[in-house]
């Protein structure tokens, strides 16, 4: 997919990544809508439909989950694919705790060149 028509929703707890990554999807050409935390994210997601949201799995008051069930309970935003950043790197854990049989993700911390590679997998990839 082309980044310049590319919008990416980013939701992340931690100010400082939040504002980095946020900074270089911008200077890439992706339209970024971010959020702090899952419920503004939901907000955003339904009001601006993205392309893609990267999400945090582990935040204080709604994990990545939580966010991305209320997500799918939103016809106009139920489509939207998620890449999630965690800081739990076995693939096992993360399919238990999900409950999912396939979870895309992107270990922290990360390089962001491999985030850029995932983004664009991401997005070549579809819906969840």
């Known amino acids: 997919m082309n980044p310049?028509?590319?919008k990416i929703l980013f939701i992340e707890d931690d100010s400082a990544l939040r504002t980095n990554v946020a900074e270089l999807l911008t200077i890439k050409g992706y339209d970024v809508?971010?959020?702090?935390n899952g419920a503004e994210g939901i907000y955003l997601a339904k009001d601006g439909i993205p392309n893609l949201i990267?999400?945090?799995l582990s935040m204080p008051d709604m994990n990545?989950?939580?966010v991305m069930e209320a997500i799918r309970n939103i016809p106009a935003a139920a489509h939207i694919p998620f890449l999630f950043?965690?800081?739990?790197s076995d693939p096992s854990v993360l399919h238990q705790q999900m409950g999912l049989k396939t979870i895309d993700?992107?270990?922290k911390p990360f390089q962001l060149t491999d985030l850029l590679v995932a983004i664009?997998?991401?997005?070549?990839?579809g819906i969840n």
């Open 64 to 66: 990545g989950q939580q």
């Open 105 to 107: 993700y992107l270990a």
């Open 33 to 36: 809508l971010i959020a702090a």
């Open 120 to 125: 664009n997998n991401r997005l070549a990839k």
């Open 85 to 88: 950043l965690t800081g739990q």
């Open 4 to 6: 310049e028509v590319s």
């Open 54 to 56: 990267l999400c945090d």
